[in-house]
């Protein structure tokens, strides 16, 4: 008797019918609601640098790309404050907080040397010829060097 198993579900059901997983999801859901509001309040320059970190106990949590973008949304506190307050889903936001944490970048690539042609290298020992300052003949002469081959 071989052992047959489960067939797949959808990542959806899953996340419907395990209670950990739907808890997770149903408060991942809860956060975009609330990003979707906060954004409606916002100018739209500042859209993509503030974000819902958590909403728990009257207490609003943003996190905000770089103190620049902190500083501007603090003084619109008042404003927004208020403009949130007056939404059923803030109804008891008691204060707003602001926490900077940049966004985790990508690694960056290392800069890859263009190389040098030999129709390049070969223009510039002919032009190095011609020169009369040796420190420019010289110069001319290094760069040269760094040719490929194109054997």
């Excluded at 198993?5 to 999801?25: C, D, E, I, Y």
Aim: aromatic share 4%; proline share 6%; net charge positive.
């Amino acid at each position: 008797m071989a052992y047959k198993p489960p067939s797949a579900k959808p990542p959806a059901a899953l996340l419907r019918q395990a209670r950990p997983l739907r808890l997770l999801l149903n408060q991942a859901e809860r956060l975009e609601h609330l990003q979707r509001l906060l954004e409606s309040q916002l100018q739209p320059a500042a859209r993509e640098h503030c974000h819902v970190a958590s909403w728990r106990d009257g207490c609003l949590l943003l996190v905000v790309t770089d103190g620049h973008w902190a500083t501007r949304l603090r003084y619109q506190h008042k404003r927004l404050l208020t403009a949130l307050r007056a939404m059923e889903a803030f109804g008891n936001l008691q204060r707003i907080r602001f926490q900077v944490q940049p966004p985790v970048a990508a690694p960056k690539r290392t800069a890859q040397a263009n190389a040098l042609s030999g129709v390049a290298a070969r223009s510039l020992r002919e032009t190095a010829d011609s020169i009369q300052d040796e420190g420019l003949r010289a110069a001319l002469q290094r760069l040269a060097a760094h040719a490929r081959d194109d054997s």
